[in-house]
Nanobody
């Protein structure tokens, strides 16, 4: 049974940076894409970024130029480097692999 475990969330000031990690326990297939989603209080979960097994990426417009998704297939891990963070980026960030979701990690952007 594959499980996804996110880490790296926390409190950061506007303009700051954080890197989220999502480690998959158990075997995953690098041919499948992985993604990061987020859910802010009172809002629906939304796509942030995805990455294919070959490394092709896709970003939501609101993070383009600020966030970078990457993956290390040997470590079964996907990352989300977040720069120039804004208060609107405050949310629980979730990792997804096929139909599986992690438990989420909270990112709070506030001064």
């Amino acid at each position: 049974q594959v499980q996804l475990v996110e880490s790296g969330g926390g409190l950061v000031q506007p303009g700051g940076s954080l890197t989220l990690s999502c480690a998959a326990s158990g075997s995953i297939f690098s041919i499948f894409p992985m993604g990061w989603y987020r859910q802010a209080p009172g809002k629906q979960r939304e796509l942030v970024a995805t990455i294919t097994g070959g490394g092709s990426t896709n970003y939501a417009d609101f993070v383009k130029g600020r966030f970078t998704i990457s993956r290390d297939n040997a470590k079964n891990t996907v990352y989300l480097q977040m720069n120039s963070l804004k208060p609107d980026d405050t949310a629980v960030y979730y990792c997804r692999y096929r139909q599986l979701w992690g438990q989420g990690t909270l990112v709070t952007v506030s001064s």
